[in-house]
C-alpha cells in the first residue's frame, strides 16, 4: 500500500510542476511588456520564488519515485526469498525413495 502511495503522490506532482513553469514564464513575459509597472526587485522576487518552488517541487518528485522504485525492490526481493524458500522446503519434504528413482532436472515436477 506505502508504494502506491508514493506512486500516486509522484504522478499528481506532474501538473504543479507544468504550474510552475507557466507561472515562472508569466513572470517573465508580465516584466517584458513595454509600459509594464513591475519593478525589477519585483521581477528577480517572483523569479527566485518561481524557481525555488520548482526545485523543491523536483526534488520531492525525485524522491518519491526513488522511494517507489527501492520499495518495489525490496518487494521483489521477498517474494522472491518466500518463493525460494518454499521450493527448498517442498523439496526436502519429499521421501528419499523419490528423490533416488527421479532424475534431477524431473525433480521439480514431482513437487
Known sequence: M???LQALSALLLAPRLTQGHRNLIQGFNDFF???SPNA???FRQTLDRMALYLFLLFLA???LTYVNKFTF???GIRMSA???AD???CLFS???HVLDTSMCCLLHSSI
Open 33 to 35: 511588456i513595454p509600459g
Open 94 to 96: 519429499q521421501t528419499i
Open 2 to 4: 506505502p508504494h502506491l
Open 61 to 63: 518528485r525525485f524522491v
Open 82 to 84: 518466500a518463493i525460494r
Open 40 to 42: 525589477e526587485s519585483t
Open 73 to 75: 525492490r525490496i518487494i
Open 87 to 89: 521450493y527448498l522446503r
